[in-house]
Each structure stands twice: as C-alpha cells, then as structure tokens.
C-alpha cells in the first residue's frame, strides 16, 4: 500500500470519520459514497495502529476534504486511477496528445496515474475541476534513470497549456515508494538546487538528488541541455514528437 492507492471498503469493514464536528448530510452522503463501491486514496499514515484514508465530496458548492481511519487494513487495495481512464474527459484538444504521452511514458517503463481534482470528478459524479483546476499525475517509474521521464513531462505541460490552457502538477514515485514533485525536481537540476522534498507512506523528508538519483555529472548536463533545447520548440512540434 502507497500514496495514492485506491481502498474500496467492503461492508464488514468499519470506519470513523477524524472530523466529528462535519454535517450531518455530509457524513450520510460519504457513508453512500463507500456503499456503492466508491474509492477511499490512501494518505500519509501519521496516526499509529489505524489506516488514514481520505475522500472528497462538495455540498451547496462547499468543498470537504475528509479524512477516515479503518481500525484494520484495508482488504481491497488498488493502484491508482489510470489517466487512460480519463482521457475521454480531458479537454479535446489535449486528448490525443495524452493517448501519445501515457505511450511514450509506457515505452520508457513508468505507468501513469491521476489523482486529485480529475479523479474526484470521475469517482463521485461531482463537479470538482475548474478552468483552474492542475491536471494531477503520478509516474510510477521502474527505473532510476529518469531523464527521459522528465522530458516528456515537461513537454507534455508545455503542449497542455497551449492547447487547452491545463497545467499538469503531480508526482513521480521512485524506488517503489519515494514520491517526488516532478516540478520540483525539474526545477532543482536546471538550477542546481541539491534537495528535493520527498514523501513516503510515512514521513516527509529531504533528499539529497545525487542520493536520490544516483545520476553523474555528464547525466545532469545532457538533461539540461536536452530540457532546455526542448523548451524552445514551438507546440506543433511537440504534437509531433
């Protein structure tokens, strides 16, 4: 079990609601939400002996994040959504240029998944993106050399927010478990930054990139160089890559 993980609780299993104080109608329509099969994401486990999941739900256009505890662990477990899975609800212009991107992402080893506004909206039914809302993505990737998985990150966020004004946010998950803003990191090697934040199932810490990558020096520089030649070419070029 990892960050992000879908839990579908089953009807044996029990729950408590951390918030005591939520209304009445909130907790009825979330205790619904878990009777027909609506996932539970895992969060950071910071409470000892209970397992913390977390939902969403919006009321009267108030939007609730909540947060469960299960005194057992969770029978059904699942990776996170796919962005495959949502690619029919992306905007038009973005949707082929998506299809593209999770192959490419697929060639290199890394599974893709979504979570946050864009997975809410397609569990529950519920109207949780804007125009602002970031298109959240987690890359499991499979191997340390993640270069070439950056690159395509940031050619796919360029080609988002030309053409449907959509900004990707998200994370890439390292060794099994480490979790890393792919922004973040991106922004540490192009400016030589040496610590990024990393968060696990159960903690947050910072790390060291040459710790965490384990990448030389002629890795860096052709990243850069490569990250910095690709940010110059105009979208319809990216399309094609």
Request: charged share 15%; aromatic share 8%.
């Amino acid at each position: 079990m990892q960050r992000h993980d879908l839990v579908y609780l089953q009807a044996h299993e029990s729950y408590d609601f951390m918030n005591n104080s939520l209304p009445a109608s909130v907790t009825l329509a979330v205790e619904e939400m878990i009777r027909s099969q609506q996932p539970l994401t895992v969060c950071r486990q910071d409470i000892t002996d209970v397992t913390k999941v977390a939902t969403s739900y919006i009321e009267d256009g108030c939007k609730y994040r909540l947060a469960l505890t299960l005194p057992n662990p969770p029978q059904v477990v699942t990776a996170p959504l796919a962005l495959a899975t949502l690619v029919p609800q992306l905007p038009t212009a973005i949707q082929q240029p998506t299809a593209h991107f999770i192959e490419r992402c697929t060639r290199l080893g890394c599974t893709v998944h979504a979570y946050g506004s864009f997975a809410n909206q397609y569990f529950t039914g519920l109207s949780f993106v804007k125009p602002t809302s970031d298109l959240d993505l987690l890359i499991v990737a499979n191997s340390d050399h993640i270069a070439p998985i950056l690159l395509e990150l940031a050619a796919f966020s360029r080609l988002a927010s030309t053409l449907a004004d959509l900004k990707i946010d998200g994370e890439v998950r390292l060794h099994g478990c480490d979790d890393v803003s792919f922004n973040e990191l991106t922004c540490a090697i192009m400016f030589d930054i040496s610590t990024v934040l990393v968060k696990t199932l159960d903690d947050i810490k910072l790390q060291n990139i040459d710790v965490l990558l384990g990448w030389n020096t002629d890795d860096y520089e052709h990243f850069i160089s490569a990250n910095t030649n690709t940010a110059t070419l105009p979208a319809s070029d990216l399309a094609a890559h």
